[in-house]
């Protein structure tokens, strides 16, 4: 197979992106900005190399601790939960929240065998063991998994005498967080409802 | 700048996508698919250092002259000008053309400065100059770009004592051939009117 298809084939497997496009992308990137398509390819293979989990929320960093969890002005006080790192860069995009994150990479789903053993939640409970830890704040989506997964969260956080909250209605039923518009994500985020 | 986000920024490039998708993007090949992705960086690489324009048609190839041209069973007595490798493809999966192709990597727009000789349309008459060729079907674009351009290659055949003819009305005016459907686009391709 030529070069050109096979990069057409490599380019399908992103979301979204079937063969006309993915035809499109081909031609772009070696037609119209090779110097930009060099520099994707560079930047996405040392994104590969050195891109890993956070030690401590783990959302996607080049570094040990991410920068949101090295800056000492965030507050300990709230921990707000999330399903992905895409969910942390609306929360901050939309929000003036000013405590700390941790990335479940995934929810809740017995039927799928996602226990809270697989979310590796132990990580989460040492958390909420700190004492400055006040609030756990449940943004996960208003999927059936993601609601389940909230119910749960919250049982863990009254177990440690910790208030949990949970975004207010507002985002929509039935949808993943990543979907919302900023306004919307704004308004739920600071009307959520206490457990 | 994390690596994340610039990754986000190298695949906003590309077009159509926006922060959005480039962020969707950008999750799914860390997470999702990373050996895919890591294949898809690599493939790129491999084109950006191989893929160069065809000897013969100019089309896009890794190798000095393209499997179609290098193909003794098409034959010389018909010769396709396209805009664009795309259309090729287009081309070859909507009829049963046999012949061989030529592409143009645009149109001729003098107000643009895209006049003959930027097309290197040297090349083009060459071929047209070979015993063999009896026909040059202009398979541009229907915009007035696409439109000037076929008359100036008509032109350029009958001075060289060679029928030229044009896809067939079907193809939508003022449309690119990349984005007609295969049935319109062999239905343009058989019904082609001679100048
Ligand atoms: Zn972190
Ligand atoms: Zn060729």
Redesign the pocket.
Known sequence: MSLVSQLMDALQIMPGVGPKSAQRLAFFLLQKDRSGARHLASILNQALDQVK???????L?EHN??????NDQRSWRQLCVVESPADIIQIEQATDYKG??F?LHGKLSPLDGMGPSELKLNQLIDILAKPECQELIVATGSTVEGETTAQYLAGLAEKGGIKASRLAHGVPLGGDLEYIDNNTLAHAFAGRTHY
């Open positions: 989990e956070c030690q401590q929320c783990r959302t960093t601790v991410c920068a949101l969890c090295s700390r994150y990335v």
